[in-house]
């Protein structure tokens, strides 16, 4: 179309539409062929056409062009999946290509009509937007099928495309271009539409999924890694979560999965390639190999942070452009057009939707940076600890080491997200400064003096928090440790009613910890003043020597733009300390953790491991030569020394000696635990171990067994029936998918060494390490495993078995026997040719080894077999062996088990489903809901309410005396400008200063009132009612609830009440009363404003509902999951020498990281929760600030509102933004904290036992003074909901009889000690001690009148004499004559110290027998005239065991003693035994009297032990017993 010349002639013309002016003498500059020039504001405050029709729609399309470029050439590198091309394909392809028709026509337009316009940037802008369309619609064609989500360039592009049409539009509107020429107006118009749909289909309606993305979608796939850029932006990707977590309970099915580069493993593998390359370099740097590891997406939200700052000091200088604006209109004659403030409130609301938007994308990256350094922490701490040497082990207790994945990380994780503020702080106050100085000129010098001054003060407080926070880490430690093993211990704890002097042991430590607090309050205090004070003193000495040195009146347009850069520059002033504070932390946390890092670990070439031996004879392991050490810091005596051995396939060896002889740590040196000095180990094939204390896990009976391999149920039904587990099963509540609960604590000692052999046996390893499995066992089931498992003819026949025994009957099996004493081989050689030699093993099996059956002589089917002497046995054994040389010396091993194959890692549940079995543990209570208000109450009452209440009126009163000082400025301020001067500047300044320095000092009291009067006292007395209450809590809890979800309560849940949850309440409430302050200011400026606070009101309501219900969810979904973590970590390390024995580390790593991607998905979508509410929330302070800026505009004209209230009112808007995000935050971070007070309340309320002492019913001094004990009809059960255990008992045991209780595993024989010291208390009947009835009284005074030798012999952390008398009531002769009758003064005396000597973590430092005899020291320091031994000399060799029984019969022989043992022979010479059978009394009578009747349980018990000679005789050790009982009658 071809328009005549005088249409575009004259401005009223066309040529308005392009405002190419060509009058007489147009203004030419280069392409801009306009008179208003570039721009791009005109003098009107419009956008210049040259602007708008040219530059921004250039820059629009060379965004296009050249980042579409690249985009295309990154998806023609991604394969295509096919995608259905729907409506929506075809749609937005339709629209491009008309969009550049349209445009093409547009420029043929201009060159038609304007003969210059090849000349004009407007036409080439066109050209360009055209070759923009055909890339987009190129890339539009690709996303298709090679992208699952919008591409970013296309949004961008097409939302700049919309904005710069909009610019175009509002030009030709104020030119009314429309009504000189419609026709390019409609055309313009039509591509304007387009281009909006075009957006609005990108951008909002979801393309056709391919079949594959359903499939994923399925999986666990993060919304993240489909959310497009707007969606990451606006965090819109959360939203369906934020709905579902409105509508119902979140639980953990409804968690996403992480993204990508989130797991754990990706972490780890990320931060182990660096850190293996660091730690091999003279300086080694943990810090520095996980900012090559995560520095790059920190290194974005640095460059986001950047520009959030620059974003943020720019308001101060728009709201001086505000002031400005209003001034002309109240002091000028020549106002500015209306336009200017228009411009300047939407610039003042662009910008703060821009710093809203990078300042999220800031924290996000920084929070994901900080999730993933700490998983990668926690997994390589886990995958360390398991390696960790004996030297470093013994340096670093499992409290220190759950400490350093607890709180140590966590301080690593805190430093990323606060971190930034050390270099963001002072970039802010450079800034700052810069904008000052513009405004207020060399004045401006006076207060960064005030801040030089302030820097080193706060370098002093720093340095002393330093040292504090590295006492208290150690005091953490120390409590967490402490805590740690008085849970474990728990059972001998209460056996030996010490709960009183550990508790006091418990409060010593946390009162310590305590009082670092109150310290490191008043340094947080001192520090709060000196930052409350710097904005005060910074502003007073700036506007002080300005109008000292100035002439120029102290203005509003000068006092509130640098009023709004002081508040700017509080929040780098305020959080510096607290940033330096966590880098402090931090750094000690990080040094802690390098130094574990570094800690030596196990040799890589203590054991040489070869491929399985295949011929029966063949040497599978062989020492040579071997000292092997417990560490190699050489202050220990070397566990084993000069050891030469050979185990050979198909072959028994057993290794004998006294207790503490080193027969563990011969074990250890072939597994590979022990610093090997000098000689070789070499190991063929696989290795599964029974540990001497059986380690079971925290899982059914099955997967202990399973323990990671394939489950066969022919080979499975093989290995239960030969370790003696079938009747075990029956009596189980849920057979074997019985939940034994942590450490096994359901199951007896003897079921415990079972189903640790059967783990073994199941693995179908090629050589068994086996210490002492029969230790625990029965005699009659002992000679069962011999037979069907360790024997000649046993499922482990043509295995290499190394057997460490104090179990004499298991010897005439073995092809090779080893006596080990001090370290030392002393002799070692066949059955056949140690009995034949007579030497040491030979004295040993003719004086302990009274019957000893063989396999020829006893069926292994039969109970009742004869059995002969093992003196008479040799000769048996020596035709065995000739049978086998008679078949060859060496035959192939074709029978050998196939080896057990790993199973496939299941996926682990953050709540357990076990609710149908009776056995289940009890779930970690997870409340729903909002925490409820007695929670707060409780809180505040332990807080003290009248200080809480205190605090409330010192912070209404601080934040009210910082409102007033900036009122009197703002009147200052008015005075100065009406004057034109600067009056009276020392009564304004002195007044300033006073409301400066009040503020001040209020916040210095409500801070001490805060942590001295409120937050230390309830931290003490909170933890004190949750320890007290977990002390004092039946043995039924321990039973159900996992050692390690307690522990996280101590730890995690302590932390956040003692440290986290003062900041947390008083940010909450200061962000609160400063949101009031700033609404009523606002109000009283501009009234019309109130009309807006009802609508905001709601929507700030109606994100914050959607926001409470769900994050709050999310945060104790978070708070559960890492339970897990823990229990799972502190398992693994109590059972560190199985695992790697089993070669099972790399299962229980990934396990381990499992747990640890749990958490990380209920974490990471709560951290997304706080940033999809802020985003909306700082949205609506974007229109506060709008409709502040607006308004103010609005009512300017009626002369109402002066420029300084405006300023006030602006100046508290741009706070508000911060503020209303950190109120509804800091809310749900109340909530979620106060969940730990919730839980630590739980745990203060946990059913007790019965009251320690009963004041009405308390026993004589004396009591018992005769030692007689009667069960009347006496029955209970372990808990409620379980059978019972013991079912109408009814004994009369006599003063000092000595009654030994016999009867097969699970009969009901520990029941009936622990029913005695009532850790179970009676369904029915009572246990009467001298006519008392022990359910009326104390339990302090039962079983402090009692003693005992409990089964499970456990040692706490400390020295000897703590482990002996905790409360510190016997001399030093005393416990010296204690240990000389336990036959531990020898060892003791060796011991560096004496009594003093400490004792490692769980007493490792001793062996099992050592710590067995510590408990029968114990019993002899209790002058009780009750002994109870239960099984008390199971884990010690048959020597030790014989003197031992010489010192009881001594030492307690005016004493009532009842007996459990599994050798028989030690208890038949009691005066009576009691035979229990399934929990019920089957026999009970004097044993001569029993032995007579020949179909007795007790006389087959004997006959079965080989107590029984072949011609049915009674044994030589009854026959005494018999003359005595003879005499007496």
Known sequence: MILPQSVYSTSDSFGSLFTMQIADDPVLTGFCRDTEGWGPVSEDYDFTPCFSEGSSVSLVSLFMIVLGSLQISKLLHVKPIPTPKNWHYWTKLVLVALNAVTTLAYARMMVDVYDDALQDIRVYALVLNFFAFVVAAVLHHLEQERARYANGVLLFFWLFTVLSDSIRLVGYVNREAHLANPGFITTFGFSFILSIITFVLEAFVPKARSGYEALVDEMDESPLDQANIFSRLTFEWMTPMMKLGYETYLTDEDLPGLAKGDKTNDCRVQFEKYWNNSKVSPKPSMVRSLMRAFGTTYLAGMGFKILTDILAFSQPQLLRRLI???????????????????????????????????????????????????????????????????????????????NLMSVDAQRLQDITQNGMVLWSGPFQIIICLYSLYSLLGSSMWAGVFVMIIMIPTNGIIARKMKALQKIQMKTKDERTRVTTEILTNIKSVKLYGWEKPLMAKLTKVRNHELDNMKITGVLAAITSFLWAT??????????????????????????????????????????????????????????RLQNFFLSSELQDDAVVRKDATTEIGEESVIIANGTFLWDNTGKNPAAVKNATFVAKKGE???????????????????????????????????????????????????????????????????????????????????????????????????????????????????????????????????????????????????????????????????????????????????????????????????????????????????????????????????????????????????????????????????????????????????????????????????????????????????????????????????????????????MYLGVYLFFGVLFAALTVCYTLVLFILCTIRAARILHNRMAESVIRSPMSFFDTTPIGRIINRF????????????????????????????????????????????????????????????????????????????????????????????????????????????????????????????????????VIIFASAGLSILSVSSGRVRAGLVGLAMSYALQI?????????????????????????????????AAMIVKDHRPPKAWPSHGEVVFDHYSTRYREGLDLVLKDINLSIKPREKVGIVGRTGAGKSSLTLSLFRLIEPVEGHIDIDAVDTSLIGLSDLRHRLAIIPQDSQAFEGTIRDNLDPSLESTDAQLWEVLELSHLKEHVSRMPGGLDARVAEAGSNLSVGQRQLMSLARALLTPSKILVLDEATAAVDVETDKLLQETIRKEFKDRTILTIAHRLNTIIDSDKIIVLSAGKVAEFDSPHKLLEDKNSLFYSLCKQGGLIADDGSLPVAAHPLIDIEQKDE
């Open 324 to 402: 400005l604006f209003i001034n002309s209109y109240t002091d000028s004659d020549f106002p500015e057009p209306f336009t200017a403030g228009v411009i300047i409130a939407v610039s003042m609301f662009l910008v703060s939707l821009l710093q809203t938007a990078f300042q999220h994308q800031h924290f996000q990256r920084t929070m994901t940076v900080g999730m993933q350094v700490k998983s990668a922490l926690v997994s390589s701490i886990y995958r360390k600890a398991v390696v960790l040497s004996g030297e470093a082990k013994s340096e670093k207790s499992t409290g220190d080491i759950v």
């Open 534 to 591: 710097a904005p005060f003193l910074v502003s007073c000495s700036t506007f002080g020597l300005y109008v000292f040195i100035s002439d120029i009146p102290l203005s509003t347009d000068i006092v509130f733009p640098a009023l709004s850069l002081f508040n700017l520059l509080t929040f780098p002033l305020a959080m510096l300390p607290q940033a330096i504070t966590n880098m402090i932390e931090a750094s000690v946390a990080a040094n």
């Open 1217 to 1249: 933004t911060q503020s209303l995000s950190w109120i509804v935050r800091m809310t749900v971070e109340v909530e979620v904290n106060t969940v730990s007070v919730e839980r630590a309340l739980e745990y203060s309320r946990l059913p007790s036992e």
């Open 652 to 986: 028994l060896a057993c290794i004998v000696g006294r207790v503490g002889s080193g027969k563990s740590g011969f074990l250890q040196a072939i597994l590979g635990d022990l610093y090997k000095e000098k000689g070789s180990v070499v190991v063929h094939g696989r290795v599964a171990y029974a540990a001497q204390a059986p380690w079971i896990m925290n899982a059914t009976v099955k997967d202990n067994i399973i323990f990671g391999s394939k489950f066969q149920a022919d080979f499975y039904e093989k290995t239960i029936k030969a370790c003696a587990l079938v009747e075990d099963f029956l009596a189980l509540p849920d057979g074997d998918e019985t939940i034994v609960g942590e450490k096994g604590i359901s199951l007896s000692g003897g079921q415990k060494a079972r189903l640790s052999l059967a783990r073994a046996v199941y693995a179908r390893a090629d050589v068994y390490v086996l210490d002492d499995p029969l230790s625990a066992v029965d005699q009659h089931v002992g000679r069962h495993l011999i037979d069907h498992v360790l024997g000649p003819d046993g499922l482990l026949a043509t295995k290499t078995r190394i057997l460490a025994t104090n179990a004499i009957p298991v010897l005439s099996q073995a092809s090779n026997i080893t006596m080990i004493r001090n370290g030392e081989i002393i002799e070692q050689g066949a059955f056949a040719d140690v009995m034949a030699a007579q030497s040491e093993i030979y004295k040993l099996i003719k004086e302990f080894g009274k019957k000893a059956a063989t396999p020829e002589e006893e069926g292994s089917d039969s109970n009742t077999g004869s059995e002969t002497a093992v003196e008479d046995s040799s000769s048996s054994v020596d035709e065995e062996l000739a049978a086998k040389k008679g078949n060859g010396e060496r035959r192939s091993s074709t029978s050998t088990l196939r080896r057990a194959s790993t199973a496939s890692i299941r996926r682990p549940r953050v709540i357990d489903e076990e609710a149908n079995k009776r056995s289940r543990q009890t779930k970690e209570h997870l409340e729903q809901g909002s925490v409820k208000s007695s929670v707060y109450k409780e809180y505040a009452k332990a807080a003290n309410m009248w200080g809480v209440v205190f605090f409330m009126v010192l912070l209404v009163a601080a934040q009210g005396s910082s409102v007033l000082g900036n009122v009197w400025l703002e009147h200052w301020a008015e005075v100065n400008t009406e004057a034109g001067d600067n009056p009276r500047v020392a």
């Open 1051 to 1182: 730890t995690t849940d302590v932390y956040r009440i003692d440290e986290v949850l003062t900041r947390v309440f008083s940010m909450f409430f200061n962000n609160t009363i400063r949101v009031a302050f700033t609404l009523i200011v606002i109000s009283s400026t501009t009234p019309a404003f109130i009309i807006l606070i009802l609508p905001l009101t709601l929507l700030y309501l109606y994100y914050q509902r959607f926001y409470l219900y769900t994050s709050r969810e999310l945060k104790r979904l978070d708070s559960v999951s890492r339970s897990p973590i823990y229990a799972h970590f502190q398992e693994s390390l109590s059972g560190l020498s199985t695992i790697r024995a089993f070669r099972q580390i790399g299962r229980f790593t990934n396990v381990n990281e499992t747990h640890c991607d749990y958490n990380l998905r209920a974490y990471f979508p709560s951290i997304s929760a706080n940033r999809w509410l802020s985003v909306r929330l700082e949205f609506i302070g974007s």
